[in-house]
């Protein structure tokens, strides 16, 4: 009894695999042998249950177990060669002869000659370790297909195992252990699964095996209401062997009972659904290849676009590519209205699937839902809150409409769908596989869009940016007029000054020139030619012409002639900058020093600009000394002079640094290259 519930189970797991394996398309050499070597399995669990032959015997039972293990040998053979395409190829190899003579040996001496049994336990016990060094051999060369093939190897290495654990006992002891027999049913039945898996994965030699989700629904609701009734019936079974007995009345009560529990199984869409769902997640492979998709997808993304209208087009066909659908829109909710920003084969909507557009807004505007409207005809229940008409959706010809979001605001729909036989419904795996494209897809467009505002705040910023040093500029200009103006009363008549007015005018034009065709070009103009500068040109002018004004008046001490690489005129402003700004710190009885020196830092000039005034605490050259557009001056500055100064140092390879204590003074230095020709 025991051992024939075993080999039932056995039996019947190796049914299942025949019927699947007969639903394979491919009519190749793999699938033979495989129906082969499973037939045979089944063949074997059936010539041992006594409920079909009631007396079965030793010669029947080692003659299929033969043909078993001759059966996964050819299969075998040709898995180690990759020889599925001729069968006579796959006997002629070596593997296949002397492995493969075994078990035909084996039936041979059973039935045409007088040698005792044990002789034939020892060639069954050879043929479980050959199959065994034939996995292992299998395993190691199977490289990248290891994972594929792992679950054969379970499956075969186990029973082979266990074939060998009862020859090599029934050859010492020369009989066959019943317990032996009995046991190897359940064995066979508890590794059957692995061979299942195994025959899935072997899909590198076109073994594809479809099974329906409604089939496995079905069947799964068929198991359930089995065992409920199996479970049902053992309990009697327990009260009856304890000696007591059901009431009549308990009888009817459990069995309406029972029956309303398996109605509602069955009736219920809820559970149907959600069985069906871990179902297909749990046992089904994924109807689509995420990797493959998912490049797909990167790859249609990543194709440099240049403007706004083709990120759009490129985001609408990366989802239309991604369900295989050749139609399409995409639009852009602003406010009270939509824009259409890019589309595929599709005309501009008329009014009623602008009605469908419309309503279909205003129901993502308040639920992040994938709407499908081919199953809204059907299950209007799925999208509550939706108001639109049936009638208006069975006319329209949209089937999908996506939303994407921006910071949980409805940024757009994309709208879907196809006049080809393809037309896919929006399940539990389409839904996920959906959502996990529309954040890539969504994350391209805001990305884009959000660069493309950057850009625009950029060249914004670079106007401003302009527009502030040339009104800087402009600063100095107007404080040399003022100049000239405060002293043309006193010096109108003096021929030095008027030869210096006019030399001052002339710069003062030039000056006025470069700032309008600054503002006319809408971008600074870089000061690029190196030349060499005298610094004691350059500093005396900047101290008797532009400093002279203000009070303590500099002192400058210069102790090398060594002329530096720069811009004269762009230098000319750094040094009245830093010199202006030390008087402007320092009280009229104070002092500020200029020295130039040989730096020690090699081909290197050193310039020190050292006042007695008010001094920096260092929180204010860390932080704000060197910010543009930061001023202590109030309305009178710009607060960029320390920041162009440092700036235009820096990018002819200098360095300015500052060394400040609060009212002991500061100390500006600059480090300027040497000119070399």
């Not at 049936?390 to 939303?403: A, M, N, R």
């Not at 309305?635 to 440092?646: E, L, Q, S, T, V």
Request: net charge negative; charged share 15%; hydrophobic share 50%.
């Amino acid at each position: 009894m025991i051992s024939n519930i075993g080999y039932s189970i056995a039996a019947a797991g190796f049914l299942v695999l025949l019927l699947l394996l007969f639903t394979v398309r491919s009519s190749g050499l793999v699938k033979k042998l495989l129906l082969f070597a499973v037939f045979t399995n089944l063949l074997w669990a059936l010539q041992y249950n006594r409920w079909l032959i009631p007396e079965p015997t030793v010669h029947q039972y080692l003659t299929f177990d033969s043909l078993k293990q001759f059966s996964w040998i050819l299969f075998l053979s040709a898995a180690l060669y990759n020889q599925f395409t001729s069968l006579p190829k796959i006997l002629a190899q070596k593997t296949t002869l002397l492995a493969g003579a075994l078990p035909i040996a084996a039936v041979l001496i059973l039935w045409f000659t007088p040698l005792p049994l044990h002789w034939i336990y020892l060639i069954h016990t050879l043929v479980a370790l050959i199959l065994l060094l034939l996995l292992e051999i299998l395993l190691r060369q199977s490289g990248e297909q290891r994972w594929a093939f792992k679950p054969l190897v379970l499956y075969l290495g186990a029973v082979s195992v266990f074939d060998f654990v009862t020859y090599a006992n029934a050859t010492m002891v020369t009989y066959l252990d019943v317990n032996y027999i009995a046991a190897k049913g359940y064995i066979y039945a508890l590794m059957t699964p692995f061979l299942l898996i195994a025959v899935r994965r072997m899909e590198h030699w076109g073994i594809k095996i479809f099974i329906s989700r409604e089939i496995v629904l079905h069947s799964t609701l068929l198991t359930v209401a089995g065992i409920y009734l199996f479970v049902m019936a053992m309990v009697g079974y327990v009260i009856k062997y304890l000696g007591g007995s059901w009431d009549t009345s308990i009888q009817i009560v459990l069995i309406a009972l029972s029956m309303v529990l398996l109605i509602a199984l069955f009736l219920s869409s809820n559970i149907r659904n959600k069985l069906k769902v871990f179902i297909s997640k749990n046992f089904f492979a994924n109807e689509f290849d995420y990797r493959e998709q998912w490049i797909e997808l990167t790859n249609a993304l990543a194709t440099g676009d240049d403007s706004l209208q083709d990120v759009y087009r490129t985001a609408l066909k990366g989802l239309a590519n991604a369900v295989k659908y050749d139609k399409g829109l995409l639009c852009k909710v602003n406010k009270s209205h939509y824009d259409i920003v890019a589309s595929l084969h599709v005309p501009e909507p008329d009014h009623l699937h602008d009605e469908v557009i419309q309503r279909a807004i205003k129901y993502c505007q308040h639920k992040p839902w994938l709407i499908d409207l081919h199953e809204f005809l059907i299950k209007p229940e799925n999208y509550y809150g939706m108001e639109m008409d049936l009638q208006l959706v069975d006319e329209c010809e949209y089937q999908f409409i996506l939303p994407i979001y921006k910071e949980n605001e409805l940024w757009g729909i994309s709208v879907l769908f196809s006049d080809t036989a393809v037309v896919r419904q929006l399940n539990w795996e389409l839904r996920d596989y959906l959502n996990a494209v529309l954040a890539q897809v969504s994350n391209y467009v805001l990305h884009y869009e959000a660069a493309k505002i950057v850009a625009e705040n950029a060249q914004f910023a670079a106007f401003n940016r302009m527009s502030a040093f040339v009104v800087h500029d402009l600063k100095n200009v107007m404080a040399q007029v003022d100049l000239i103006l405060c002293n043309a009363q006193q010096h109108k008549h003096n021929p030095e000054f008027i030869e210096d007015t006019f030399e001052t005018l002339e710069y003062t034009q030039a000056r006025m020139q470069k700032m309008l065709k600054q503002l006319t070009d809408k971008q600074l103009i870089t000061e690029q030619t190196q030349q060499a500068v005298d610094l004691s040109t350059i500093l005396n002018t900047v101290i008797n012409k532009k400093c002279a004004t203000l009070q303590p008046f500099p002192q400058l001490t210069i102790a090398t002639t060594q002329a530096v690489a720069a811009n004269a005129e762009k230098l000319s402003n750094v040094f009245y900058h830093l010199i202006s700004n030390a008087q402007q710190a320092t009280p009229d009885d104070g002092s500020v020093v200029i020295s130039v020196a040989d730096a020690q830092t090699p081909q290197m000039v050193q310039i020190d600009i050292v006042d007695s005034g008010q001094g920096m605490a260092p929180e204010f050259i860390d932080n704000r000394l060197f910010k543009p557009f930061d001023t202590t001056k109030g309305n009178a500055g710009m607060g960029i002079g320390a920041y162009d100064a440092k700036q235009y140092i820096e990018e002819i390879g200098g360095k300015l640094t500052v060394k400040s204590q609060e009212n002991l003074g500061s100390t500006f230095t600059l480090l300027l290259p040497i000119y070399s020709t």
